[in-house]
């Protein structure tokens, strides 16, 4: 943990609320209108959020899983994601989501004529750019908790006890 937090408060709640009052809050609401207001399929959105958060090592994102509707993905999909080239549990835009999510966040100048013909076959403009603005908000907010230590002292999703994960580079 890089921040030192007073006893008894909560890392989260603190860093993002209380520590930057003029900031904190405001990316949090961002990073939580990403989720409330998607018109992104589940699969494609948690392809996309998955493989941001494997390559960020955010041990909190990693364990998260979006539910909708009483509904979330397989438990196999963190797999499939990490996987996402040669699965055979994708359908063409789960594929792109999470191809998209990877080149952003690790070589946004490698994004070329080729992978943006596939892209604009399969995905509107609209959703495009809210892909973009919800890769954008996990690979800052992802990192900032992970850089700060925030997502190894935290409450995980599953009740586990936060530890670090290996950063899972991408096959080139």
């Known amino acids: 943990m890089k921040i030192d937090i007073p006893e ?9 609320g209380e520590m930057v009052p003029g900031i904190g809050p405001a990316a949090s609401r961002f990073s939580l209108s990403v989720y409330t207001h998607t018109t992104l399929g589940l699969r494609e959105f948690e ?8 390559i960020n090592g955010c041990a909190f994102c990693l364990d998260w899983r979006t539910e909708r509707d009483g509904v979330k993905v397989e438990e196999s999909f963190a797999d499939a994601v990490t996987h996402w080239r040669t699965t055979g549990d994708f359908d063409e835009r789960t594929r792109l989501a999470a191809e998209y999510a ?6 946004p100048h490698d994004l070329d004529e080729e992978f943006w ?3 604009t076959a399969h995905y509107s403009q609209l959703e ?3 892909l ?3 890769i954008g908000s996990w690979l800052a907010f992802g990192r900032l908790n992970h850089v700060l230590g925030l997502d190894t002292v935290c409450q995980l999703p ?3 006890s ?3 994960e290996p950063r899972v580079r991408p096959a080139r």
């Open 117 to 119: 013909d596939r892209m």
């Open 162 to 164: 936060p530890a670090p």
């Open 158 to 160: 599953s009740g586990a």
């Open 128 to 130: 495009i750019v809210e």
């Open 102 to 107: 990877e080149r952003y966040t690790l070589d």
């Open 8 to 16: 008894g408060k909560d890392a989260i709640a603190y860093v993002w």
């Open 47 to 54: 392809a996309a959020r998955l493989r941001v958060a494997q």
């Open 132 to 134: 973009s603005m919800s």
